[in-house]
């Protein structure tokens, strides 16, 4: 394996961290010539990685490996986010920041990777990425009905017996008092039971928001429940340069909680 190492940087094969650096800039980017340039960097050095293997046949001239089969990695990621009134613009560019780093993760991780879009107000519908985003919504805010509806999917076409499923949620900390008991009883004992990783990240307005007031309803629910030992990540941001960090200090939990 030396000389394996060595043959990799004398022929100077891309290093992991480079390309995830450059992924990770690229899910932040808004620049579209910066974009159009990551890209081409991203396909060059992708490109170079699979001429120069990382394990070359020389390399294992003197050794014998044993080939076990392993079956295709696939995850779902759903996408839960609030689209009432109190939501603004900001706020939800704020949680594409966020999906579009948690996608990048998996499709490293995984080689099959889909993504189902949840939203809701005091109703809940799967739709399509541009309507998640953009399209107009109306009505109060109940959480809990886009955890029935993520339930229902994940019954009907994502059996986590074949799936690896990761869930990411986004609101501003509305939710209707009366549906905190149904809320926490359908994460307790149908989502994070199945979940992989279940993230809920609390959103705030720019420049004159802070965070320095009471916990929003639905932010002291999720403490409560992942003080009991549910096994939650949450995390509160108003500005757009805290996102990747706060990503990756989730990552870095988890991956720690993985080992032990």
Request: hydrophobic share 40%; with cysteine.
């Amino acid at each position: 394996m030396s000389r394996a190492l060595a043959r990799r940087v004398a022929l100077r094969r891309p290093r992991k961290d480079e390309i995830e650096t450059l992924e990770a800039e690229l899910a932040e980017c808004d620049d579209q010539a910066r974009r159009t340039e990551l890209l081409a960097l991203l396909e060059a050095l992708k490109a170079k990685a699979k001429r120069i293997p990382f394990i070359d046949p020389i390399d294992i001239r003197y050794r014998r490996f044993e080939t076990v089969p392993k079956p295709v990695a696939q995850a779902v990621m759903f996408c839960l986010m609030d689209v009432s009134g109190s939501m603004s613009e900001h706020m939800k560019d704020l949680a594409k920041r966020f999906y579009m780093l948690l996608y990048v993760f998996l499709k490293r991780r995984y080689k099959h990777v889909e993504i189902v879009f949840i939203r809701h107000t005091d109703r809940a519908e799967e739709v399509d990425e541009d309507t998640f985003f953009h399209g107009p919504a109306s009505g109060g805010t109940l959480v809990s009905s886009a955890l029935v509806a993520m339930n229902d999917i994940v019954r009907t076409r994502f059996r986590p017996a074949d799936w690896n499923i990761y869930a990411a949620q986004a609101s501003d900390g509305d939710n209707m008092t009366s549906d905190s008991g149904l809320t926490g009883q359908l994460l307790t004992d149908k989502i994070l039971p199945v979940c992989q990783f279940f993230a809920y990240l609390e959103v705030g307005e720019a420049a004159n928001y802070t965070f320095d007031m009471p916990d929003s309803s639905l932010w002291t629910l999720y403490e409560r429940l992942r003080n009991e030992g549910q096994p939650l990540s949450m995390r509160k941001v108003s500005e757009r340069g805290e996102i990747f960090p706060v990503f990756q200090d989730l990552f870095k939990r988890r991956a720690k909680q993985e080992r032990v």
